[in-house]
């Protein structure tokens, strides 16, 4: 079982940056796939980045694309968003969350564990 807690959410302007971090329980994090979905309201959960599980292998949303880096320390059990040149429609809940697999995976349904999620609010 693993247990994921997501930290760093807040208020930003337009353009600002933000650092997200998700904090893992459970020794078998490090061999896992990761990814961060985010979800506005009224809207569906969508991937924004992923990771397997030595970081070889990296996913990113077009619309994110040369602006998040998604990144991991298994030997801290963490993963993290950085986030910059943020927009207004990127205000959601950002999750982090992991599957019982190596790679990385793009949809939702392929994860196993989501931590809580951490509002994230970029104002115009």
């Known amino acids: 079982q693993v247990q994921l807690v997501e930290s760093g959410g807040g208020l930003v302007q337009t353009g600002g940056s933000l650092g997200l971090s998700c904090a893992a329980s459970?020794?078998?994090?490090?061999?896992?796939?990761v990814g961060w979905f985010r979800q506005a309201p009224g809207q569906e959960r969508v991937v924004v980045g992923a990771?397997?599980?030595?970081?070889?292998?990296?996913y990113y949303a077009d619309s994110v694309k040369g602006r998040f880096t998604i990144s991991r320390d298994n030997t801290k059990n963490t993963m993290y968003l950085q986030m910059n040149g943020l927009k207004p429609e990127e205000t959601a809940v950002y999750y982090c969350?992991?599957?019982?697999?190596?790679?990385?995976?793009?949809?939702?349904?392929?994860?196993?564990?989501w931590g809580q999620g951490t509002q994230v609010t970029v104002s115009s």
């Open positions: 990771l397997s599980w030595n970081g070889g292998h990296t």
């Open positions: 969350e992991a599957r019982r697999e190596p790679s990385l995976a793009t949809v939702r349904g392929d994860y196993d564990y």
């Open positions: 459970g020794r078998s994090f490090s061999t896992y796939g």
